[in-house]
């Protein structure tokens, strides 16, 4: 868990001297937490972009999650000069073990984009419904990096 940390924090510290930022375009990286694997993100416009995740639990039912979200961004809700935002939307999941199972998402979760850097850090949780085959409740969560190209 602390290489991911180290590695995350690396990757802020290169790319912090180039002078781009984004709130468009494609960006992927990493997300650890509950479950733990690759994030993406796709702005669609200023204040809306869809999220997708590929993540591998570590949790005693080890298993292979994919989701993805439909974000809704209230940007500069703290009226300073740095871009944060809070952030919320609904979207699906799939998880896949001993058998497959599908379920709705609603993530929330604040969003930094540090200024003239091409990468976002966001800490997020999700309560998840599973819906097939059983109706089960659960959450997810994690703390990311994604760099924009």
């Given amino acids: 868990m602390r ?3 180290f ?11 180039l002078t ?6 494609f960006g992927l990286g990493a997300i650890l937490g509950e479950p733990t694997g690759i994030s993406a993100k796709y702005w669609v416009s200023q204040s809306n972009a869809f999220d997708f995740g590929l993540a591998y639990s570590f949790s005693e ?9 439909y974000l ?3 940007n500069n809700f703290n009226q300073t000069k740095e871009n944060i935002s809070f952030y919320y939307g609904p979207g699906v999941r799939l998880k896949f073990d001993n058998g497959s199972e599908l379920g709705v ?7 930094w984009i540090p ?4 990468v976002d850090i966001f800490i997020e949780a999700a309560p998840i419904l599973d ?6 409740f659960s959450f997810n969560g994690g703390v990311g990096v994604r760099y924009f190209f």
Avoid: W
């Fill in 115 to 118: 200024r003239e850097t091409p």
């Fill in 7 to 17: 590695l995350a924090l690396m990757l802020l510290f290169i790319f912090s001297g």
């Fill in 61 to 69: 039912n080890s298993n292979l999650h994919l989701h993805s979200n």
């Fill in 72 to 74: 809704f961004h209230i």
């Fill in 105 to 111: 998402r609603f993530s929330v979760g604040i969003l």
């Fill in 20 to 25: 781009f930022s984004q709130s468009k375009g």
């Fill in 131 to 136: 819906i097939i085959p059983e109706t089960d």
């Fill in 3 to 5: 290489i991911y940390l």
